[in-house]
């Protein structure tokens, strides 16, 4: 009899402490459920916005790693790529200004006019000093792209050939979408002036 009631109590034992396992480890897998459904919702906000689709699902693997900060998701999706810079409220679009430290005065025309989307097309650049001085031994190195849109240009225009009065020859550029464009140059003339300059086109 007190053999069978040790016996009872050591079963009586197992069944709690097994009962205990089975209401204690559930828990954090609730848990996860619960939180990763509360993703899944996110998600389908995010993806909602077309353009954004892709970066969502992106965020959606990386972001496994550290669930917790639920609210700065969409924060999160943005960083992982390029970041976008906003359209200045008064964008600059003139095409004759001075350079950053304004070494030189610098004006650009496109060859093609109006500016066309998709077609290769030159540029005239003219360099001059601030006192009015023509620039003719100039080196220059282009570059740009769309702010907004984090990516640079389709081509890689480059200055081919010093045409006379300051005046630079560039070729290859092409603008394969519309908004807002920078075309931007770097130039050198002799060992000690460098400057550089920006120039933004709003393609429409
Ligand atoms: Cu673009």
Avoid: C
Avoid at 52 to 71: F, I, L, R
Wanted: charged share 20%; glycine share 8%; aromatic share 8%.
């Amino acid at each position: 009899m007190y053999k069978l009631n040790f016996l009872f109590n050591n079963v009586l034992l197992i069944n709690v402490l097994l009962a205990l396992i089975l209401v204690f480890l559930p828990f954090p897998s609730i848990a996860q459920m619960t939180e990763g459904s509360g993703h899944d919702s996110e998600h389908g906000q995010a993806s909602g916005h077309d353009s954004e689709h892709a970066h969502g699902e992106k965020g959606n693997m990386t972001e496994e790693k550290h669930s917790g900060h639920g609210s700065k998701k969409k924060d999160h999706d943005h960083q992982t790529h390029s970041m976008p810079q906003k359209m200045p409220n008064h964008l600059d679009v003139a095409l004759a200004k001075y350079s950053e430290d304004a070494k030189f005065f610098i004006s650009i025309t496109s060859k093609l006019k109006p500016v066309a989307i998709n077609k290769i097309h030159s540029w005239v650049l003219q360099i001059r000093k601030p006192d009015g001085e023509k620039v003719s031994n100039a080196k220059i190195h282009v570059s740009g792209g769309m702010p907004m849109h984090g990516h640079g240009l389709p081509t890689s225009p480059r200055a081919t050939k010093y045409l006379n009065d300051g005046k630079y020859l560039i070729e290859g550029v092409r603008f394969n979408m519309t908004g807002w464009w920078e075309l931007k140059f770097m130039i050198k003339s002799g060992h000690h002036n460098k400057d550089k300059v920006t120039f933004n086109i709003i393609l429409k």
